[in-house]
Structure formats: structure tokens, C-alpha cells
């Protein structure tokens, strides 16, 4: 059998955009596009990559999400991933990460897998602690924050760079590997990888299939609750000086600056 | 009467002239100091620079009108100044001129949707434009890097161009109206924007492109076209120019949300990679040797139709496509990043000439073979906008060649019938070169035209005709 690599993808609204938050405190998708997880990118390049050198390997994009997900599986499809797993149901809506992990570690389950590989964090919730939550819920050995990952007779090894030390890992297989942004630049799909994902097959799985009650799961289930939001206050707009035509505002101006011992 | 000597003799306005441009405008508006005076002196590229004994900023079209009578009465010529990003040297003085600063004209009148038109001030900069339109769910075609600075009538007298030609036109095919002052301080008014009006001559787009020089625009109307939701940005690897125009012909002909074609070539993108730190987009360790960028838009998402369109041409050696906003920023980099990067390579000689699109490819061999013979061990960055034949050409290292080459590429230039000036005007800069590309017959007409609207000669001395032509 080929070597499994699954590489778990989020879709996330675009940073650059900005972002609201629903009523029920969830994050308002509607109001912004959607995209693959920059970070994630690295985390799909570096499985096609360990794909290259394994040779005899397959590649499955992951992911738990809202139907634009799919979006996201399209683009990890068209730079080169052969196939992809769509988790989504609406019980789903508002999962927090407990619940997130419980939901991919069963969908992981079923599709096998000998390494699983993430990005090092989410550009949206930004927690970073799902690869850790997933090893843990699978009992396989995590290497987390890798800049660079390789497999060899059933082991993986990987280098983490640290503020003070560089460390060279390895565990035994199959296991969790989360990749930073320094692991490697995520190639874009070109025009052959966008017409070969149209033909590339996505398994939509729901809770029901991976055999999950809904009620474990969602707002209902979250471990923690947002009680209340509120949009940060902008910056305040500070002191206006209008002039008088003459040239009073200049004074004005300084004065301030004096005040403030700018000058 | 104490006499006062300073080194470096600026040039001084009539007493009188000053007191009246403040009675017009309030004194605050009229700057004489040299420390303020400064920044209107020298342009965006360090390159033409010039004495001024004042600058004016009048508030609205009044207040130009009377500063123009003012002006005329005491015979001070006057250089209409803008966002002052051009690169042709049009708008600082020269050698003493009063500069009138449109940058207070920036009254944004509502978006008429019945039209699809807006009118604005003309000092108004584009991104200002862009933001107010926007918000009506409207977009301006033409879109320049410059924009945060670069004004709407700057942009009229330049016909500026930029990355979306190829599908809207530049500044001549948005603009529908205009409201400008003479010299003489008449004021002309064709804002209506009637789409259809063919009652004699058409003054409005005679003002565009007339780099300051027949009067002072103080109003545009434009026409505005949809805001696009979807886009799709690739970039092409491709052997040579000829296989890059046969690409965008193929696009041309089937897809008509194409915005964007804009082309470079191996040795800038090199020297992009190295000023930003970018990784090539594609996987190959040898560079190819053409890169051509395409980008449509529209409401739906057109990357299939381009897909389509290429999906079976022989020619593409790699592609990369972004449709999302970080990647297609990402992608657009590795051709916007040009300029940035052959100003840190050094003070290149600039060069904006287009040429018919069946010349491009020979041109640019002959290009490249004038810079070996005129200017051995000069570093030469052709890239440009490809569907207007625009060539932007960047020669650093050049030396004391600089004068040489320039005239060596425009006369090739003129040879192959294309022009000398495809998008940033002829200013000072290029005034001298004009003859290579217009008959006599023309360069008559548009003096007796510019002596009909200026007879005096007081706006823009210097621009577009040159006492020296080459
Ligand atoms: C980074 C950068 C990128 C650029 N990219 C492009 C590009 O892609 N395409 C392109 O076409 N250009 C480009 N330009 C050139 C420049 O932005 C344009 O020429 C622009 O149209 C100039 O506008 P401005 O307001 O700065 O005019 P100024 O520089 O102030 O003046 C330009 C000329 O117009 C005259 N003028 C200005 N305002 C008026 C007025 N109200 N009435 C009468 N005459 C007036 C001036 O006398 C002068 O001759 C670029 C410049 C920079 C610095």
C-alpha cells in the first residue's frame, strides 16, 4: 500500500479583509471571502514534497468546514494533492477546538493514515494547539513547529528552530507533524493542476458518518463560551486644528507639540 | 535701503502680485518662504528641479480663475502643479514660474448612477476618487502605482495610462467632461457628459494630454465603470516576446474580462527576486526567460474562461494562478516590484516608448543590441504593458552614454512608427525629441493651437515645445 499522508487544511476568511462577528458570537463568514489558510499552504507544500521523495505516496487534504470549504480543498487539489475529505455538517457550526479535534481525529481514523501534517497555527483563530490535541486523541507521537520534516524507514524526523536552540527530532510512525512558514515556500497551482483537481475525487463525510452525536459538538458542546463581543474602539481621532485662514492654526499646532514635549 | 544678498539669488515675485494672490486665496495659501516653496521645486525623481518665488493654492475654480487674471497682469508665467509624480519634469518650475498647486481642489461631487459618471476636483487624487466611487459600487478604469499622490488632473493632462488599458483606454477614454481656466482667466465648462454631443470641436479631450499648457484644469467628469468582485491573476513562463503576443492573442479573441498583460523578462525578474526577497513562482532552478502576467475580472470568477483559453496552448512553458487576495498580491509582485528595484539597482535612464504591436518583438532585439554597441556593460530592463506595444526601457550603468542611447532607442523608436511617449508625456524631458515623431505639419498646428488658447505664453513654458529640437 502507498505511504498516507494526510494534511489537515482550514478555510478561513481572508485577514486582509475585514471581519465581523455574527450574532451568536461566531465569526460572521458571509461578509468576506474565504481562502486555504496561508500557513497551510506550507503544510500541503511540505506533504507533496515528502509525496516527491517517498515516491510510492498518496496525499488527502482534510478538512472541517462550512461548503465554501471547498474552496479550499480545490486549491490544495490543483497545486498537487490527489485526492480530498470535506467534513461538513451544520451541527458543526461554532465548534471550538475540543470539538474540532474530536471531529478530524475520527475522520483521520477513517480514512487512515501513516503521517498526518498541519500547518503551525490557524491565521484565524491562531491557537496552534490542534496537532498537539489530534496526537493526543490518536496516541501518536507529535513533532510540532518543524522547519523541516523527512521520512525514512518508518520514522520521521524533523528540525525545530528555536529562539535559543535548534533541535533535530524524530518519532516512529504513523504520528502528528505541524510545519512553520519557514518550513518552505507553497508552490501555485498552475493551469495543468487546476484542470487535473476538477477531475480529483472529494469525499464529503457528516457527523453521522464518523459516528459523532451532535451534541458533543458545536456551540452546545464548546468547552468554552464567548459571552459577550465588542469591536475594538477605534483609535480616536485626536485633537483637530483648523486654521483660520491666517495662519492662527500654526500656533495651535505648535503649542500642541510643545505640550506634548514633542519638540 | 538695506540691501539684502544671499548666495544663492532666488527669484522674486512682484510686490504687488503677492499681496494680490493674497487678497485671493488668504496669505496662508500663498507661500514665498523657501523652506515651504521646497517640496514644489524638485519632482518625484530627483531629476528636474527649479526656482519658484511663489506658490499659490487656490480653494475652488474662482479662486484660480483670479489667480490666473493676477498672474497674466503681471506677466508671470505659471506651472499648474498637481500631485507632482510625473516623470517627465512638467510640473516644477523651471526658472522662476509661480506655481499654482491644485492640491485644495478636491471637492468630491456625488456619484451619478443614472450616468454612471462623477465629477471632481481636480486636485483630487485618485486613490481618493477610487475610495468614493467604490463606496457606489463604481470603479475608475485607469489605475497607476502613484495613486495615493497622483490627481485627477494631472492624470487628464498626462492621458495617463497605466495597467488597464488594454480593456478601458487611458484618461482620454474616461474622461466626458471637463471645467478648465485660461490664461487669461476665462472659464471654460463642458461638465455635462453628454454621451453623445458632435457639435463641433471637442475642446474637452483637446485638454487631455495638454500637459499644462492651454489651460488649467479645475474640474473632471468621469465615467465610471462596474466594480468587479472576481478575479483571476496568472503568470505565464514563455520563451520569447513573439509567443508572448501570440498568447495574448489567443486571450484577446475569447475572453473578454481581461484587464491585464503585462510583460517581463528574466533579467528584471532576477532583479526583483534579489530587491525583495522573493522566491520564483516556479519550480524549474533555471529562470525562464519571459514572464507575462494576465489578470481578468468580472462579477463571476473568469479564471475557467482563461483556463479555457489556454488550457491547450503549446506555448505556455509553466503557469501560476491566484485567485485569492494574498496570492494574487503575491503574484502581481514579481512585476510591480520593477521600479522599486532598478531605482535601488542604481539612477537608471527611463525610457516610455510603444511601438505597433507586429514591430514589438524586433524592437525589442534592437533594443537590446543598442545598449551592447552604445553602452558596453550597461545593464538594460525592458518590461511594460503588453497589449499597448508600451515598453517601459531602464538602462543603469550607462554612464556618460546616457544622451546617446536615449536618442539611439528613440530614433528606432520613430522608425518603426511608434512613439516617443506612450503614457507619461512629453514635459521637458522629452520635448526636444518631439520631431522624431510628428510631421511638421503637426508640431505647426499644435503651435498655432497653443498660441490660440495662450497667447501670451504664460502656462507651462518649456513643456511639449522644445528651442532646441533634435
Ligand atoms: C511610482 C509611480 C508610478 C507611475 N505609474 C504610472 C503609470 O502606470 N502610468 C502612467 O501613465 N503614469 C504613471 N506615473 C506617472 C504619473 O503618476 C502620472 O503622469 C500622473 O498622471 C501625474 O499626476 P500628478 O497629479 O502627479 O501631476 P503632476 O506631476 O503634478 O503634473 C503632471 C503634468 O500635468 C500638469 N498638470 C497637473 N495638474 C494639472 C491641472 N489641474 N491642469 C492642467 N495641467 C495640470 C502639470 O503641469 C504637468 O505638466 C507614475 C508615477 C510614479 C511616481
Given at each position: 500500500m502507498s505511504f498516507r499522508l494526510v494534511v489537515c487544511v482550514k478555510y478561513v476568511p481572508d485577514a486582509t479583509a475585514d471581519r465581523r462577528f455574527a450574532q451568536d458570537t461566531t465569526t460572521d463568514r458571509e461578509s468576506v471571502d474565504g481562502l486555504l489558510s496561508e500557513l497551510d499552504e506550507h503544510a500541503v507544500e511540505q506533504a507533496l514534497r515528502l509525496a516527491e521523495a517517498i515516491g510510492d505516496a498518496e496525499v488527502t487534504a482534510l478538512t472541517l468546514g462550512p461548503d465554501g470549504a471547498e474552496t479550499a480543498l480545490r486549491k490544495a487539489l490543483a497545486m498537487g494533492v490527489d485526492k480530498a475529505v470535506h467534513v461538513q455538517d451544520d451541527a458543526v457550526h461554532g465548534t471550538d477546538v475540543m470539538g474540532t479535534s474530536a471531529i478530524v481525529a475520527r475522520a483521520l481514523e477513517l480514512t487512515g493514515y501513516d503521517l498526518?501534517?498541519?500547518?503551525?497555527?490557524?491565521?484565524?483563530?491562531?491557537?496552534?494547539?490542534?496537532?498537539?490535541?489530534?496526537?493526543?486523541?490518536?496516541?501518536?507521537?507529535?513533532?510540532?513547529?518543524?522547519?523541516?520534516v523527512g521520512v525514512e524507514d518508518g520514522v520521521v524526523r524533523g528540525r525545530r528552530d528555536g529562539d535559543a536552540a535548534t533541535e533535530d527530532l524524530r518519532a516512529p510512525l504513523p504520528a502528528v507533524v505541524s510545519?512553520?512558514?519557514?518550513?518552505?515556500?507553497?508552490?501555485?497551482?498552475?493551469?495543468?493542476?487546476?484542470?487535473?483537481?476538477?477531475?480529483?475525487?472529494?469525499?464529503?463525510?457528516?457527523?453521522?458518518?464518523?459516528?459523532?452525536?451532535?451534541?458533543?459538538?458545536?456551540?452546545?458542546?464548546?468547552?468554552?463560551?464567548?459571552?459577550?463581543?465588542?469591536?475594538?474602539p477605534q483609535r480616536?481621532?485626536?485633537?483637530?486644528?483648523?486654521?483660520?485662514?491666517?495662519?492662527?492654526?500654526?500656533?495651535?499646532?505648535?503649542?500642541?507639540?510643545?505640550?506634548?514635549?514633542?519638540? | 535701503m538695506p540691501v539684502t544678498a544671499t548666495l544663492d539669488a532666488r527669484p522674486s515675485a512682484p510686490k504687488g502680485l503677492l499681496a494680490q494672490l493674497a487678497s485671493i486665496v488668504g496669505g496662508y495659501h500663498v507661500l514665498s518662504d523657501p523652506d515651504l516653496t521646497a517640496g514644489h521645486e524638485v519632482d518625484w525623481t530627483g531629476r528636474f528641479t527649479g526656482p519658484t518665488p511663489v506658490v499659490v493654492r487656490p480653494r475652488n475654480p474662482h479662486e484660480v480663475a483670479a489667480v490666473l487674471r493676477a498672474c497674466a497682469q503681471y506677466r508671470v508665467p505659471v506651472i499648474p502643479q498637481g500631485g507632482n509624480t510625473g516623470l517627465v519634469g512638467g510640473g516644477v518650475p523651471r526658472q522662476g514660474e509661480a506655481v499654482l498647486s491644485t492640491t485644495r481642489l478636491t471637492d468630491l461631487e456625488p456619484v451619478d448612477r443614472?450616468?454612471?459618471?462623477?465629477?471632481?476636483?481636480?486636485?483630487?487624487?485618485?486613490?481618493?476618487?477610487?475610495?468614493h466611487v467604490r463606496e457606489a459600487g463604481y470603479d475608475i478604469a485607469v489605475d497607476l502605482a502613484a495613486r495615493d499622490s497622483a490627481t485627477i488632473g494631472g492624470m487628464v493632462a498626462t492621458n495617463a495610462g497605466g495597467l488597464r488599458v488594454l480593456r478601458w483606454g487611458p484618461m482620454r477614454s474616461q474622461v466626458v467632461g471637463v471645467e478648465?481656466?485660461?490664461?487669461?482667466?476665462?472659464?471654460?465648462?463642458?461638465?455635462?457628459?453628454l454621451p453623445k454631443d458632435s457639435s463641433g470641436y471637442d475642446l474637452t479631450q483637446l485638454l487631455v494630454g495638454s500637459e499644462g499648457?492651454?489651460?488649467?484644469?479645475t474640474r473632471v467628469r468621469l465615467r465610471l465603470i462596474p466594480l468587479f468582485t472576481d478575479r483571476v491573476t496568472v503568470l505565464l513562463a514563455l520563451q520569447d516576446t513573439a509567443t508572448a503576443l501570440r498568447v495574448l492573442a489567443l486571450?484577446?479573441?475569447?475572453?473578454?474580462?481581461?484587464?491585464?498583460a503585462e510583460i517581463t523578462y528574466a533579467d528584471g525578474v532576477a532583479l526583483v527576486h534579489k530587491h525583495l526577497r522573493l522566491p520564483s513562482p516556479f519550480r524549474t532552478p533555471t529562470p525562464y526567460p519571459v514572464h507575462l502576467l494576465l489578470e481578468c475580472a468580472a462579477q463571476r470568477d473568469p479564471a475557467d474562461d482563461l483556463i479555457e483559453a489556454l488550457e491547450r496552448s503549446p506555448d505556455l512553458l509553466d503557469s501560476a494562478i491566484a485567485t485569492d487576495e494574498p496570492s494574487r498580491r503575491a503574484l502581481w509582485a514579481h512585476?510591480?516590484?520593477?521600479?522599486?528595484?532598478?531605482?535601488?539597482?542604481?539612477v537608471p535612464l527611463k525610457l516610455d516608448v510603444a511601438v505597433p504591436l507586429e514591430e514589438l518583438a524586433a524592437f525589442e532585439q534592437e533594443v537590446r543590441g543598442l545598449t551592447v554597441r552604445h553602452a558596453p556593460g550597461a545593464r538594460l530592463v525592458l518590461f511594460g504593458h503588453l497589449a499597448e506595444g508600451n515598453y517601459h526601457v531602464n538602462i543603469l550603468d550607462a554612464g556618460d552614454r546616457d544622451e546617446e542611447l536615449s536618442e539611439a532607442v528613440l530614433r528606432a523608436v520613430a522608425r518603426r512608427g511608434g512613439t516617443i511617449s506612450a503614457e507619461h508625456g512629453i514635459g521637458v524631458a522629452k520635448a526636444r525629441w518631439l520631431s522624431l515623431t510628428r510631421a511638421a505639419v503637426d508640431l505647426d498646428l499644435a503651435a498655432v493651437t497653443k498660441r490660440a488658447w495662450d497667447p501670451e505664453a504664460l502656462l507651462n513654458p518649456g513643456v511639449l515645445f522644445s528651442a532646441d529640437p533634435a
Open positions: 498526518v501534517v498541519c500547518g503551525m497555527a490557524s491565521t484565524d483563530g491562531a491557537m496552534g494547539v490542534l496537532p498537539a490535541l489530534l496526537a493526543e486523541r490518536l496516541g501518536v507521537p507529535q513533532l510540532t513547529l518543524l522547519s523541516e510545519v512553520t512558514d519557514r518550513s518552505g515556500e507553497a508552490r501555485y497551482p498552475s493551469f495543468k493542476g487546476v484542470v487535473a483537481a476538477r477531475k480529483k475525487p472529494v469525499r464529503r463525510l457528516d457527523l453521522a458518518d464518523l459516528g459523532i452525536e451532535p451534541g458533543t459538538v458545536g456551540l452546545r458542546g464548546a468547552w468554552t463560551v464567548v459571552d459577550h463581543i465588542a469591536a475594538r480616536r481621532a485626536g485633537a483637530v486644528v483648523e486654521d483660520d485662514g491666517e495662519g492662527a492654526g500654526a500656533g495651535q499646532l505648535a503649542a500642541f507639540l510643545a505640550a506634548g514635549a514633542f519638540i | 443614472l450616468s454612471g459618471q462623477v465629477t471632481v476636483g481636480a486636485g483630487a487624487t485618485l486613490a481618493a476618487v477610487q475610495r478648465a481656466v485660461l490664461a487669461d482667466g476665462r472659464v471654460m465648462n463642458r461638465l455635462s457628459g499648457t492651454l489651460a488649467v484644469i486571450v484577446r479573441g475569447s475572453v473578454p474580462s481581461l484587464d491585464s512585476r510591480e516590484g520593477h521600479t522599486d528595484a532598478v531605482n535601488a539597482a542604481g
